[in-house]
């Protein structure tokens, strides 16, 4: 379930990804080079927004971030 991540847990998954962090106030702003998006997010308590869940999934989905290219 979306709304059952917890928010330094997805914060540490957009760095491992090699996200870029920035924050301003409370707003945790996300880049990364190749990408259009940028990701501004807000904790809600200790856990994320499950509409934050999605557009981190749907952006892993839609630029393969991840996924190594086999060099075979």
Do not use: W
């Not at 090699?18 to 409370?26: A, T, V």
């Not at 990701?39 to 190594?68: A, W």
């Amino acid at each position: 379930m979306d709304s059952s991540i917890r928010f330094n847990d997805l914060i540490t998954l957009l760095k491992h990804l090699k996200f870029d962090l920035r924050i301003r106030g409370s707003h945790h702003i996300f880049t990364r080079t190749g990408l259009e998006e940028i990701l501004n997010f807000q904790p809600k308590d200790t856990m994320c927004k499950s509409y934050q869940v999605k557009q981190v999934r749907d952006i892993i989905i839609k630029y393969h971030i991840g996924v190594e290219a086999d060099d075979e």
